[in-house]
């Protein structure tokens, strides 16, 4: 599954990419995440409680951050399972300046999900991946306008 | 699979329900026709604590004209709705709706109020219901309230509904209108790949009203604005169907999957659009 997102942020890049690394940042901004552990250099272990409506499920994975290239892109490698599928993907994330203090974050993501979850809910996946992606970054919107300079 | 255990509860009054769902919160989940939530529940995808089954409740079924209003209540089956002889009459675009569901079991025990509180972004009375202007009467702890179809739909399996209200009837106004609905169907779900609805109404040569409602396409279901601004006010003829169905996939995000790629159903939406205004208008 391919999934594609565009995000504004009214910040520079440079704080922009600080935030998107900051791990107390991506605690309180992945959705339903329960626990983030640094495992290792740019490596995360995380337990996340995560669903819509009443499809909710607990995963557990790894978060795997390579490729860094500060504050123009980076790639994300996330590996999870729970009861009712896995997943396993990379993200390639992008940030762009868009003006002299915005900047365009993209994120272009190619994951495979299996599991129980696909044979009910296959036309689900996608769409529920979009919203948690669009919950994150809008979170991560709302802790960098919170956060001081 | 066993699904996991829950409690049961079967109020025999809306009252009594809306004080389980106020009292259970997100633990609870409504209990209607079952044919979304069961077989989610077997394979544990979904674990509610508890179930409120509304199937007691008086009242929530049926289909009644109030003044110009056609009235569907929430519990009525999608199959009540296929035979209605008021339905067709009345409102032929949402007769022609109900046959694409599932199959004639799914009919007979799925609801559409279940079926649009649940909000499965494939599912074919969401495309219906925005194109007709519905409202959706719902019931909660501090009394009603009317939501438009078009504020409803809020993402993926969420709708405006709050966790202790309750979807009592669906509203549909200026019964009489013209419709047609085209459908890709998913061979093995019967789902909508790409689903197009259209209610229309012409006056002295020109289209006085026009609702296209599209669902399958993305996370949520949407009224297609462009092309329905194309045609109001317009006559209908091939170039002016075409030049809207051109238009019906703008601002759609449209979800790229197993199934069809983001592209194809954009493409199904234009050419889906096209044969329902064709149909609907009569050109």
Known sequence: MRIEGSYRFDAPPERVWAVLQDPAALAACIPGCQTLEPVAEHEFAATLSVGVAAFKGTYNGRVRVAELDPPHRYDLHVEGSGRTGFVKGVGHISLEPDGGSATQVKVVGDAQVGGPVLSVASRLVVPTAKMLMNQFFAAMQRWLRASPM | ?283
């Open chain 2, 1 to 283: 699979m066993y699904p996991a255990p829950f409690r049961y509860h079967a109020p025999r009054s809306l009252d009594e329900a809306i004080r389980l769902l106020a009292e259970h919160g997100d633990e609870a989940k409504i209990l209607a026709g079952g044919h979304s939530l069961l077989p989610a529940m077997r394979l544990r995808l979904a674990q509610p604590k508890v179930l409120v089954d509304i199937g007691r409740v008086p009242d929530l079924s049926g289909i009644r004209l109030d003044g110009g209003t056609l009235v569907i209540g929430a519990m009525t089956t999608h199959r009540e709705i296929e035979r209605s002889s008021a339905v067709k009459e009345r409102c032929p675009l949402l007769a022609e709706v109900a046959p694409h569901i599932g199959d004639v079991q799914v009919r007979h025990r799925g609801t559409i109020g279940g079926s649009l509180a649940h909000a499965d972004p494939a599912s074919d009375w969401p495309a219906a219901i925005l194109a007709l202007d519905a409202g959706l009467k719902v019931i909660g702890p501090n009394g009603e309230r009317t939501i438009p179809a078009r504020d409803f739909f809020v993402d993926v399996l969420t709708t405006a509904l709050a966790p202790d209200e309750v979807l009592a009837e669906i509203r549909i106004p200026r019964p009489g209108r013209a419709g047609a609905y085209e459908k890709a169907r998913n061979r093995a779900s019967g789902f909508a790949v790409v689903g197009v609805a259209v209610a229309a109404e012409q006056q002295d040569g020109k289209v006085a009203s026009i609702g296209i409602g599209i669902t399958g396409a993305a996370g949520r279901p949407a009224r297609a604005e462009a092309a329905e601004q194309v045609l109001l006010g317009r006559p209908a003829s091939p170039d002016t169907l075409s030049e809207a169905a051109a238009q019906a996939a703008v601002g759609l995000d449209c979800t790229p999957d197993l199934h069809a790629s983001a592209e194809y159903r954009r493409h199904l939406v234009q050419i889906l659009t096209r044969r329902a205004l064709s149909r609907a208008l009569g050109v």
